[in-house]
């Protein structure tokens, strides 16, 4: 899919007051913002036409504005967020969604669903089941992508140990072909994929996004970089060392469509 749009939400004051257990320590909101900026730059040299939503002081983890929706070709959704915490930051980007999505389905309780744990694969929808999103919320939102005409498949990361979202651990390259960690590489619903597998020790840049002709990777992996090099893919990196101590990282910084 080519993308156009994104929106993006900048790091507000309270940003270290956020959820996290990287124990990677206290983030520094200035180096944050200025890592956000340059994110923003590369997006826009994607091509994208960013919207950028005021910081949300009054949510730490509203920064990580891609938990809040699904967006595709054909509609969006509104999810409900699984950390109590985070449930009220779906407003806020309601508001600027509606603006091109004028009729959004909604995850309803005892559904919750974080869009991290969404990875859309060109129309075929990967849905995680996790600590944030439940059975019910994956349910909800299957049901959704079926009715728009898409394909999805559940995989249920919980015995996985350290992933906090799906995408923690997978990533769509192009076509049929992913990116994912050790743990999901041998999973069932990806047995028909080709599978690039996130070299040893950098298991944090398979949460890189392909975005037209870039895919975005964490700086700091050289191997990831080297291979998604090796398979013919323009590679930006970009530092995200603030956001990783907050659990976060590069898809979960934009909602892109
Ligand atoms: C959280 O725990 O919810 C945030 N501190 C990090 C969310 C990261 N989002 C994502 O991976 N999609």
Not at 105 to 133: K, N
């Amino acid at each position: 899919m080519r993308f156009t749009r994104a929106i993006v939400c900048p790091p507000g004051d309270n940003f270290a007051d956020g959820l996290t257990a990287s124990g990677l320590g206290t983030p520094d909101v200035a180096l944050a913002r200025a890592q956000h900026e340059n994110y923003v730059c590369a997006l826009e040299e994607c091509g994208l036409a960013v919207t950028r939503l005021p910081p949300d002081e009054a949510h730490p983890d509203s920064t990580f504005v891609e938990d809040t929706a699904i967006v595709t070709a054909r509609g969006a959704l509104l999810t409900r967020p699984g950390a109590v915490s985070r449930r009220d930051e779906v407003a806020s980007v309601a508001r600027t969604l509606t603006e091109f999505f004028p009729q959004m389905e909604i995850i309803r309780a005892p559904g919750t669903l974080d869009a991290g744990d969404v990875c859309d694969a060109d129309g075929h929808f990967f849905i995680g089941v996790s600590e944030r999103t439940n059975e019910a919320g994956a349910h909800q939102l299957a049901t959704w992508l079926t009715g728009l005409g898409y394909e999805s498949v559940m995989v249920d990361i919980r015995a996985t140990g350290g992933l906090l979202h799906l995408k923690s651990g997978l990533a769509h390259l192009d076509g049929r072909r992913l990116a994912a960690v050790e743990v999901l590489a041998r999973h069932p619903a990806l047995r028909d994929w080709e599978v690039l597998r996130v070299p040893a020790g950098e298991d944090y840049a398979a949460n890189c996004v392909r975005v037209n002709d870039a895919v975005l990777v964490p700086t700091w992996f050289p191997q990831m970089a080297a291979a998604l090099r090796r398979l013919g893919l323009r590679v930006v990196e970009l530092e995200v060392s603030e956001f990783r101590k907050m659990d976060g990282g590069l898809s979960c910084l934009s909602l892109r469509w």
